[in-house]
């Protein structure tokens, strides 16, 4: 059984066998990275492999990663994937043989695979097979050579097999350090080459001409009504955000149209900006969770601009698409009725952060993220529901995703101890589209009980409340429930975020004494 051969050969051939297939992938990574710098980085065979198993992740798996990593599910499924694949790269080590090279098919077969992935990424240049074509190129040479040393005939012993081991431990370590130099410089380049940050700092917010927010709301914010940029939630299928210049992106606006229009930046800038307050929220938000953020928008009516296409009376749907190739399906309506969605360009005074869509994203007030909110979008296509379907739509999503109105308590947190009488108890509500009306809070299985609103109501952004309790000594749980601008209650039905948003009511344990 020749598959036995190395699992039979010395110990130390067999570790050393196996470490020559880890290094020898590790030099297609690194040696990707670096080719990929002078394309894109999507174009290395990490990224690519993983964005398209990002794009095959079923729902359960996603609402799970997303559940357990939150923001840094990307970390997560990169750490995953090298752990993957320096276990198969081991197996193509221990079987590699000089004239059996199944290892050396192995990494051609994985190869192949991340040139599919690769090629096929949205807006994937005719170049992009080459870091992987390099890389496996350079990995399978390092294998070959590596275990070739290693094939040296036994039994019997022959005195030159130890020597042969140093060879290849030095090889191996050689190699390994070319591997790691490969992939930071590739790194370090690709920062050098393709970082958008520069263009980023240099990009001018225009000043907003006028607010959206509803008369009389816009005066001084409680602390927490707005969400600093490194708390704002970040929830997207990029595991690198796509690198664009201002001066590179513009939005194609086709489809059911009258004529088709590009907008460019120059365009946008001779338009004047607006400002609307936006509390964003991820359907994947459980009860209680902090996907969802608060912001002030800076951007251009998108009402205006499909205007200046004219979409046709029968498309119903409009289509986003990301530069990275992310999709979504806005009702029509929702983007020309008086809500005010927006092409944003700024938030909170910045131009958008590169994680948040730069240079430009849609924002639309009272629809989930995955229905509205593309970052880096560069396309609108005016369609139908029956005709074009969007990415977590055909993943399993709701079509349509209006947010449930819902509410949060922030202080105490679940777990925290407190000292009997006076306690602060607050949080949020929101009902974007409808606004908040009213929260109430509950002792254990007490009567519901009014909390305080800090600010105005503002319909599309969240509302900052607080009560204050009289607290006993004892173990307790606080429930809040909200009620939307129609006086209609918060649902306390338990539903998980799968189709179409989580509901149900947040409640924390706290002990007094
Ligand atoms: N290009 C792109 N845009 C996207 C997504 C994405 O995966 N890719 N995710 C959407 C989802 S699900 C949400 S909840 C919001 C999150 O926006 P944020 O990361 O700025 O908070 O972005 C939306 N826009
Ligand atoms: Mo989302």
């Known amino acids: 059984m020749w598959i036995l051969d190395r699992v039979r050969s010395p110990a130390p051939e067999r570790v050393l066998a196996a470490a020559t297939g880890v290094v020898a992938a ?10 990929a710098a002078f394309l894109d980085r999507a174009a290395g065979p990490l990224l690519a492999v993983g964005s398209a198993v990002v794009d095959h992740t079923p729902a359960p798996v996603r609402e799970f990663a997303i559940d357990t990593f939150g923001t840094g599910d990307k970390t997560a499924l990169i750490v995953g994937m090298c752990v993957v694949i320096a276990v198969l790269a081991a197996v193509a080590g221990l079987l590699e043989r000089p004239r059996r090279p199944w290892g050396s098919v192995l990494f051609v077969a994985f190869g192949i695979v991340g040139v599919v992935a690769a090629t096929t990424r949205a807006g994937a240049g005719v170049a992009w097979f080459l870091p992987t074509v390099v890389g496996v190129a350079a990995g399978v040479a ?3 050579a590596g275990t070739g040393r290693l094939a040296a005939p036994r039994p019997p012993r022959v005195p030159g097999a130890r020597t042969d081991r140093r060879t290849v431990l030095l090889g191996l370590t050689g190699a390994g350090a070319g591997a790691v130099l490969a992939g930071v410089v590739g790194t370090v380049l690709d920062h050098l080459l393709n970082d958008v940050g520069r263009d980023r700092s240099g990009f001018a917010v225009p000043p ?3 607010s959206l927010d509803p008369p009389g709301a816009t005066g001084d914010a409680p602390a927490g009504f707005i969400t600093p940029p490194s708390d704002f939630y970040r929830i997207d299928t990029a595991l690198r955000p796509p690198q664009l210049t201002a001066e590179r992106w513009s939005l194609r606006i086709h489809g059911m149209v009258d004529r088709e229009v590009r907008v460019d930046m120059a365009m946008l800038r001779a338009m004047p900006a607006v400002e609307k307050t936006v509390t964003l929220t991820c ?21 205006d601009l499909l205007a200046m296409a004219g979409p046709s009376g029968d498309a119903d749907m409009v289509l986003s698409t990301s530069d990275d190739g992310f999709t979504a399906g806005t009702p029509l309506q929702a983007l020309t009725d008086d809500r005010g969605a927006l092409l944003a360009v700024g938030m909170d005074g910045q131009p958008l952060p590169v ?10 007030p009272g ?19 029956d005709r074009a379907t969007a990415y977590w ?13 819902g509410s949060r308590i922030d202080v105490p947190r679940s777990g925290d101890t407190v000292g009997r009488g006076r306690v602060t108890v607050a949080g949020v509500a929101w009902a974007q589209g409808r606004g908040i009306n009213g929260v109430q809070i509950r002792v254990d299985d007490g009567p519901w009980q009014a909390a305080t ?16 309790w009289d607290a006993s000594p004892g173990d307790h749980t606080l429930t809040v429930r909200a009620f939307d601008g129609d006086g209609r209650q918060q649902s306390a039905i338990v539903a998980p975020p799968i189709p179409d948003g989580a509901s149900g009511l947040h409640s924390v344990d706290v002990t007094v004494t």
Do not use: C
Request: aromatic share 12%; glycine share 10%; hydrophobic share 45%.
């Open 355 to 364: 994680e948040h869509g730069y240079p430009a994203r849609m924002v639309v």
């Open 453 to 468: 609103m800090l600010a105005p109501d503002m319909l599309d952004a969240w509302r900052l409340w607080r009560w204050t």
């Open 142 to 144: 390092v294998l070959r």
């Open 367 to 385: 629809l989930y993220g995955y229905v509205s909110a593309t970052k880096w979008v560069v396309s609108l296509e005016v369609t139908r529901f």
């Open 26 to 35: 590790a030099v297609v990574l690194g040696v990707g990275q670096f080719v």
């Open 208 to 210: 907003a001409t006028r």
């Open 283 to 303: 359907v994947s938000n459980e009860v209680g969770g902090d996907l969802i953020g608060n912001a002030r928008w800076i951007g251009y009516p998108l009402r």
């Open 393 to 405: 739509t055909q993943r399993g999503w709701a079509e349509k995703g209006p947010i449930k109105t």
